[in-house]
T-cell receptor, first 117, second 112 residues
């Protein structure tokens, strides 16, 4: 069954600290896609990154980096030198193709990150 | 910004009444999704569509139905609203499900 677990409900850090948000997923498919989204206090949802199941390369974008490990079914997100503007809820998501058609995308429960000045 | 709107943005309704939420896109994207967001549950998939008249159930589809008669519109209907359906509803669109999705601004629904 398709499942995404974000075990960290809330994380609080002080500005400039590094922080890692964990995401563990379950799927029976060999082809699937993983995503991270950000929801700042204003409420909109913003796409951050996508990874497919065949590409385990880590990715870095500025202060953001993502570590995808199929062996542990994890897709973790690290923010380096956190800033107050990083305060948000972060969601991990998994997309796979059910037999009924199309691709189905489900989300984890989210991790609320507080970055204090 | 992706062209995606939701209407209404806020609604208060009474238990037992039918409610329809509309998601409209101008991007001609194939995929459209309805999610609900509740504290402690994150975003839960209600229904999704992978083409006109092609829809499927999500994780929490009971009490909801959808229709997509044209590419740009995806309607979510609460057949008989209950207080447990009080939530914020987000619509999302994606050109391909394997790409990131763009989300609408959300509809805050209160069922009294």
């Amino acid at each position: 069954a398709q499942k995404v677990t974000q075990a960290q409900t809330e994380i609080s850090v002080v500005e400039k600290e590094d922080v890692t948000l964990d995401c563990v997923y379950e799927t029976r498919d060999t082809t699937y896609y993983l995503f991270w989204y950000k929801q700042p206090p204003s409420g909109e949802l913003v796409f951050l990154i996508r990874r497919n199941s065949f590409d385990e390369q880590n990715e870095i974008s500025g202060r953001y980096s993502w570590n995808f490990q199929k062996s542990t079914s994890s897709f973790n997100f690290t923010i380096t030198a956190s800033q107050v503007v990083d305060s948000a809820v972060y969601f991990c998501a998994l997309s796979e193709a059910p037999s009924t058609g199309g691709f189905k995308t489900i989300f984890g429960a989210g991790t609320r990150l507080f970055v204090k000045a | 910004d992706a062209g995606i709107t939701q209407s209404p943005r806020h609604k208060v309704t009474e238990t037992g009444t039918p409610v329809t939420l509309r998601c409209h896109q101008t991007e001609n994207h194939r995929y459209m999704y309805w999610y609900r967001q509740d504290p402690g549950h994150g975003l839960r998939l209600i229904h999704y569509s992978y083409g006109v008249k092609d829809t499927d159930k999500g994780e929490v589809s009971d009490g909801y139905s959808v229709s997509r008669s044209k590419t740009e519109d995806f309607l979510l209907t609460l057949e008989s609203a209950t207080s447990s359906q009080t939530s914020v509803y987000f619509c999302a669109i994606s050109e391909w499900a394997t790409r990131g999705a763009y989300f609408g601004p959300g509809t805050r629904l209160t069922v009294t």
